[in-house]
């Protein structure tokens, strides 16, 4: 069965005009949309801008490929990026909201990104990755898939058709990430993790009822639209910046985003960047 996260095309708008897509959650902006929107924290650190200096491209070393400026969107692996920035090492993605249990007994507002699909279809209208292997997650292993339900807006409560997902459970972005160094460096001497799974929490969801499992992993909790991209007690420890959209005018939509820390390697000779 095809149950389906609805989608909202994408094109070079910041606003986009009315019912663009198909089945139960928006998706994509457009990439100028990026460019015109602000950050709900006060901005980067001093210590995340001096991460994200970078040598201009002249005299950079040779045979890497463009080092610098926005990725053209034919060079892009993650069909869902609203954009990929070289200069800053970011990939912006739509944020979705969605709500997960606190841990304490209440219930919290999330906000997740839409990467893969397992079906062909379903990842072509929603202008993700098509990862046909993702149906095999939860085989054998039925707790690496968690399975979420959708609300089911009618046109007057909301004319995209969006639906918040229910998770069953959400990352605990609370713990401190430390690592220290053991004399030699590696072996450390002591660490611990910073984000951790909640009971019922994957990154892997399936709608019930249907058998499509999608890869949307949670970025962010709270209702916002300030987040921690400093100390990330609320956010993943590769989240940057977060916006929250201001409440579309009539006939418009506008997108939330996060803008995440990317990590350069090479496959096959060829540079690459996840």
């Keep these: 069965m095809r149950s389906s996260l609805r989608l909202t095309s994408r ?5 986009l005009a009315a019912p663009l897509a198909v089945a139960l959650l928006a998706v994509a902006a457009a990439p100028a949309a990026a460019q015109t929107h602000h950050r709900s924290s006060a901005g980067p650190t001093s210590a995340t801008r001096s991460h994200r200096a970078r040598k201009a491209e002249s005299g950079a070393a040779a045979g890497l490929g463009q080092l610098s400026g926005l990725l053209p969107r034919n060079k892009l692996t993650t069909e869902s990026a609203i954009n990929v920035d070289l200069t800053h090492e ?16 209440g219930t919290q507002t999330v906000w997740f990104v839409l990467l893969d699909a397992s079906d062909a279809g379903l990842a ?29 807006p009618t046109p007057a409560q909301n004319s995209f058709g969006q639906a918040a997902v229910h998770f069953q ?17 590696f072996p450390l001497k002591s660490f ?24 949307a992993p949670i970025v962010a909790t709270g209702p916002g639209p300030s987040f921690d991209v400093v100390h ?17 005018p009539a006939g418009q939509y506008l997108q939330s985003y996060a803008d995440l820390l990317f990590v350069k390697g090479f496959d096959a000779g060829s540079r690459s960047s996840t």
């Design 232 to 248: 990330h007690t609320d956010t993943g420890d590769r989240v940057l910046g977060v916006h929250i959209a201001p409440p579309s």
């Design 11 to 15: 094109r070079p708008s910041a606003a």
């Design 124 to 152: 072509r209208d929603l202008g993700v990755n098509y990862a046909p292997k993702l149906a095999n997650i939860g085989i054998g292993c039925p707790d690496c898939v968690q399975t979420v339900t959708l609300d089911s």
């Design 90 to 105: 970011t990939v912006r993605l739509a944020l979705h909201r969605g709500t997960a249990p606190d841990g304490a007994g």
């Design 192 to 215: 611990s993790p910073g984000a951790v799974a909640r009971p019922g929490y994957s990154p892997f969801v399936k709608i019930a009822g249907s058998d499509v499992v999608y890869n």
């Design 169 to 185: 459970g959400a990352p605990d972005f609370s713990p401190t990430r430390t690592a220290v160094p053991g004399p030699t460096g």
